[in-house]
């Protein structure tokens, strides 16, 4: 499949639908060979990772700190018990 673009003024080229379509792809490796720009489509590392991070159960600052004096206060009673 062939399709004609440009660069426009600010360096950017415009890749039409069709080609976008079947590139699935946003960042690319950018090479000169033989006179030819060639494109490489690149796997955002992040990506792989979407998902599996659970919610924060924290949100500020305040709310980390009495969660850190609650688990201390639990080990301390733990380690209390023990003895």
């Known amino acids: 499949m062939k399709e004609a673009s440009e660069i426009d003024g600010q360096g950017r080229i415009y890749l ?18 033989d006179g030819m720009i060639v494109l490489k489509p690149l796997d955002r590392p992040i990506e792989k990772f979407y998902g599996i991070a ?3 159960r ?23 018990h023990r003895r």
């Open 16 to 33: 039409p639908t069709s080609i976008r379509q079947r590139i699935k792809s946003t960042r690319f490796l950018i090479e000169v060979k």
């Open 54 to 56: 659970k919610p924060p």
């Open 58 to 80: 924290y949100y500020s600052a305040e709310e980390i700190d009495r969660a850190v004096e609650d688990e201390s206060e639990k080990i301390i009673r733990n380690d209390v």
